[in-house]
Structure formats: structure tokens, C-alpha cells
């Protein structure tokens, strides 16, 4: 199967040739298609399985062949995309910028933790698709500079890393913001109950997609388990460490001390 299998236009092919992808990941195979009808879609993706090109393109053709579907006399965003970190959404934007490069959509990305001046000027302008962390979104809305009364498609990406990170209520915050009327796709590497919960809430039938089974464990790990008290756990780790069958490693502590 190639892109072009899935209905994509000229101007989208042609910018994935110039980036040199021909076949379509497993995702994007099926979730192309049904953001491209206009459904809701729920899908259990791992970061790497081409998620990002799954939703962004598809996205940006439907900016780009329908009409407003909210209009305003003032400048509205028409699809917004919530991450839980700046690094993903510098990514993501950067993917919609790369794919829509030959089309007439604007976009910007937008973080805390750097100065909001530039922001809120670039706001002042047309502004197609806006990729966002929650914080520095609901701070815009709150001072005036951002109304999100014309998004038509909303994305949660890697939403149970949101949740983790303890952003449940401002998603819920922003939800209530966003008009009834809209296409909605939540990304997620685990359906837990409280994503489950999330997706009742803010998705209208949706086609379920999982490219992999739940919680699946990578073919070339092999897991061991070591049985010891809270005070031999220091001396295990140092004879595990000093191992002639460990040349690299990554240990993962609770905390930071």
C-alpha cells in the first residue's frame, strides 16, 4: 500500500516524496482513512509507529478542502494539538510545517517557559493550526489573546502521558472551551480506565484503532527479577553494574536524591 492508496492529495504526496516516505506505517494505514471521513478516533499507538504523520496529514488535508466550520470576524484556530511536553510539540509542528508545506495553512507551536510576548503577537495574526502544551494555552486564553471558540479539530497526543503528568484538569478545562461541534482523536500508548474515562467525555463514536497489543513487552528484552530487601538493594545494583555481561546501561530510580 502506498499514501496515495489512502486518498491523499497531490500537494501531501508530494511532500512526503520530497522527505523520502513511500510506504505507510501500520497506523497511518488505518488512521488516515477515518480522520480523513471526519470521525472520531481513539488509538493506542507507541511513540515510533509514525502516529504523528497518522493525524497530521490527514489533518491538513481536511483544513484545506472544507470550509470554515466556525466563522468569526476575528482570527480563530481550526485545529488545535495538545502534547505534554515543549520537545513533542516543537516535533509535531515541525511535521506540519514539513507536510504542509505546498498548502495555504499557517501554523505555530506554542510552550511555557520562554517569554509569551512573541506569542501573543503571532495570535494577532491568521493562525490555522496551533500545537500547544496546556499550561501556556490556558494562559493565553485566560489574558484574552486566544480564542478557541473555532476549532474544528481537536488532537490529544500521548494523552497518557498528560494524565501522568497530572494535566487531567486543565485537558478538562480546555474541553469545555472548545465547541460541541468537532472532530476529536486521542493518541495514547495504554487505554487504562482513566483514559477510557478521558475518551467517554470528549469522543463521539469513535473507531478504535491499537497497532499493538496492550502494554506489549519488545521481542528482544529478556526481564529478570531479583527478590531483595529494601537494604541490599545498593550492593546487588554495584555486583550487577561491575557484570562482565553489562557494557551499557540505564538504571531507573523513584527519586532524584
Partial sequence: MSFAD???????????????YTTPTPIQQ???????SGRDLLAAAQTGTGKTAGFTLPLLQRLSTTPVLHPSTKHRIRALVLTPTR???SQVEESVRQYGQD????????FGGVNANPQRDRLRKRLDILVATPGRLLDHVGQGSLDLGGVEILVLD?????????????????????????????????????IKRLADTMLQAPVLIEV???????????????????????????KLLKSSEINQCLVFMRTKQ
Fill in 6 to 20: 489512502l486518498g491523499l492529495m497531490p500537494e501531501l504526496l508530494s511532500a512526503l516524496n520530497a522527505v523520502g
Fill in 30 to 36: 488505518q488512521a488516515i482513512p477515518v480522520v480523513l
Fill in 87 to 89: 520537545e513533542l510539540a
Fill in 103 to 110: 498548502l495555504n495553512l499557517s501554523s505555530m507551536v506554542m
Fill in 158 to 194: 500521548e494523552a497518557d502521558r498528560m494524565l501522568d503528568m497530572g494535566f487531567i484538569r486543565d485537558i478538562k478545562r480546555i474541553l469545555k472551551m472548545l465547541p460541541a461541534q468537532r472532530q476529536s482523536l486521542l493518541f495514547s500508548a495504554t487505554f487504562s480506565e482513566e
Fill in 212 to 238: 499493538a497489543r496492550r502494554n506489549q513487552v519488545s521481542e528482544t528484552i529478556t526481564h529478570r527479577v531479583h527478590p531483595v530487601s529494601e537494604f541490599g538493594k545498593r550492593n546487588l545494583l554495584i
